[in-house]
C-alpha cells in the first residue's frame, strides 16, 4: 500500500461515522479576487463528543471532559488554523502536513498533532465502552501479545512510561502487524518524520496532566486502568478494519 493511502485510512470514524474534522475540512472563501478556488485556506474545526460530558463518569469526570474538549482541544483548532494560514502547509490535509512536518515545525506540528490525537481519543471512548475486544481485532491481539491481559499489561506500561506529557498508542504498521509506542507531546506515529516506526493508530491514551488531574491527580496508574472501562472496541476494531 503507498503511504499516502495508507495514512488516508486514519480518518475514519465508528458507527458509520467519519471523523472529519481529523482529515477533510473547510475551506475559506477567496474575497473578490477572481480566483476563487485557489489556493484556498485550510479551515479545521472542532468535532462534536457524540455523547455527553458526564458520561464517562466516574472513570473520566465531567468537570475534565469539558475543560478538555472545550478549551484544550478547542485552542489546538484555533491554533492549527492561525499557524497554517500563509505557511508552505496551508491547503494541505492533515495526512499531507503528517508527511512533511519536520521538528522546525513547531506550532503545525503541535496543534496538528492535538488536533488529531484528540479528535482520535473521544472517538474510541463510549459510555457503554469497556469489556474484550472480539472477532478480527480480538484474535490480532492475542496472537500479536498472547493474550488480551499481556496486550493490556504492555499498553499500560508504556501509557505510564511516557515520561511528562504525552501519548501511548496501539497502531498497525505498514507491515499490517500491531504494534505499541508512545509519542511526546501531541506528536503521533504519522508523522514519519518525527518517529521511528510509522503506524495508523487504532487506539490512543492521552496521558497529558490535563487529561486526568482534576479526578486523579498524580495518580495516573489509576487513570490508566479505569480508561479501559470507556474503550469502546467497536470503534477501534472499525478502525481496524478499515487498515487489515
Known amino acids: 500500500m503507498k503511504k499516502r493511502d495508507f495514512l488516508k485510512l486514519t480518518g475514519a470514524f465508528t458507527a458509520g461515522m467519519l471523523l472529519s474534522p481529523m482529515i477533510s475540512c473547510g475551506s475559506k472563501e477567496e474575497s473578490g479576487d477572481g480566483h476563487e478556488g485557489e489556493n484556498q485556506a485550510t479551515e479545521f474545526t ?46 494541505m490535509s492533515l495526512e499531507e502536513i503528517f508527511a512533511k512536518v519536520g521538528e522546525e515545525d513547531t506550532a503545525i506540528r503541535n496543534n496538528g498533532g492535538g488536533h488529531y490525537n484528540h479528535s482520535l481519543f473521544w472517538s474510541i471512548m463510549s459510555p457503554s465502552g469497556g469489556g474484550l475486544p472480539k472477532g478480527d481485532l480480538g484474535d490480532a491481539l492475542n496472537g500479536t501479545f498472547g493474550s488480551f491481559d499481556a496486550f493490556k499489561e504492555a499498553f499500560s506500561n508504556e501509557a505510564k512510561g511516557v515520561f511528562g506529557s504525552g501519548w501511548a498508542w496501539l497502531c498497525m504498521g505498514e507491515d499490517k502487524k500491531l504494534f505499541i509506542t508512545g509519542t511526546p507531546n501531541q506528536d503521533n506515529p ?34 490508566i486502568v479505569n480508561f479501559f472501562n470507556v474503550i469502546n472496541w467497536e470503534a477501534v476494531a472499525e478502525r481496524f478494519k478499515a487498515l487489515a
Open 46 to 91: 472542532l468535532p462534536e463528543l457524540g455523547y455527553a460530558f458526564d458520561s464517562l463518569a466516574p472513570n473520566i469526570d465531567k468537570e475534565t471532559m469539558e475543560i478538555h474538549h472545550g478549551k484544550h482541544h478547542a485552542g489546538y483548532v484555533r491554533k492549527l488554523n492561525a499557524a497554517l494560514e500563509g505557511s508552505a502547509f496551508a491547503g
Open 190 to 223: 504519522l508523522m514519519g518524520n518525527l518517529v521511528e516506526k510509522i503506524g495508523t493508530p487504532l487506539l490512543g491514551i492521552d496521558v497529558w496532566e490535563h487529561a486526568y488531574y482534576l479526578n486523579y491527580q498524580n495518580m495516573r496508574g489509576d487513570y
